[in-house]
């Protein structure tokens, strides 16, 4: 069994965003001066495209079972969680940067690719607009330890346990898979 193309397709979407975004949010934003204001309609446009990304994702994802696997039904358990708890940081750092974003009052707010002006977050609870930004940047790290481990059990399937679990994420079709 292998992933719906779809799913393929989505996965690897997300990492390129993913990618793009981490550059720019540790790269030109920490620049001097206005650097961050200046970055900042790019970063709110890659976070809209991620977030888009992952809704589509995670519907075509209820349609779509995962490949099935000779493996026992704690392992499949821990994989189906882990991959949860992915989907669920990842939108928390998407909706926490939202939170956090406050243009300062002369200032007309960002615009999505130029155009769309991005919609203003309500203010929620007992943290502020500032609350939420330092949040989002603690959230990213907590992301970014997650998809390390995620990326290093794929490295060992690809490299230690040849399972065909890689390859079910890039090809679609385990080497194994019978022709004809
Ligand atoms: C997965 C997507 C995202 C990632 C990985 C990400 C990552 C980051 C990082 C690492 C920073 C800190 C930059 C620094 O240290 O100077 C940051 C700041 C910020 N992000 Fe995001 N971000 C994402 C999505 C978003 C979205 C969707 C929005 C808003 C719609 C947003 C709004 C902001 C804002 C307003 C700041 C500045 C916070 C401040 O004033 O200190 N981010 N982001
Ligand atoms: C270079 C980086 C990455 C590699 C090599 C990689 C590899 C893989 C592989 C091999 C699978 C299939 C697992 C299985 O069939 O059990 C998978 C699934 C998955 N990956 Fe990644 N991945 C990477 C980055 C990411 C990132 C950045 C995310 C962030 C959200 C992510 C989220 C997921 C999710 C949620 C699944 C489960 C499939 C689904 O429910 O859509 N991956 N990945």
Do not use: E
């Not at 493996?71 to 940067?97: E, N």
Request: proline content about 7%.
């Amino acid at each position: 069994m292998h992933w719906h193309f779809g799913i393929r397709l989505l996965h690897w979407l997300t990492v390129a965003a993913l990618a793009a975004q981490i550059a720019i949010a540790f790269g030109p934003m920490r620049g001097p001066g206005m650097a961050m204001m200046n970055w900042l309609p790019l970063h709110m446009s890659i976070g809209a495209t991620i977030l888009a990304i992952i809704v589509l994702r995670l519907c075509w994802r209820s349609f779509t079972r995962a490949p099935a696997r000779p493996t026992s039904r704690f392992v499949r358990f821990a994989t189906a969680f882990f991959h949860m708890l992915l989907y669920v940081t990842i939108l928390a750092v998407l909706i926490t940067g939202w939170l956090g974003y406050r243009p300062m009052p002369f200032m007309p707010p960002a615009r999505l690719f130029g155009t769309l002006p991005v919609p203003l977050a309500p203010s929620v609870g007992a943290l502020s607009a500032r609350g939420f930004a330092f949040v989002h940047q603690k959230l990213v790290w907590i992301m970014l330890g997650l998809v390390g481990i995620h990326v290093l059990a794929a490295t060992v399937h690809l490299g230690l346990l040849r399972d065909g679990v890689m390859r079910s994420m890039v090809f679609g079709r385990p080497k194994t898979a019978s022709r004809g």
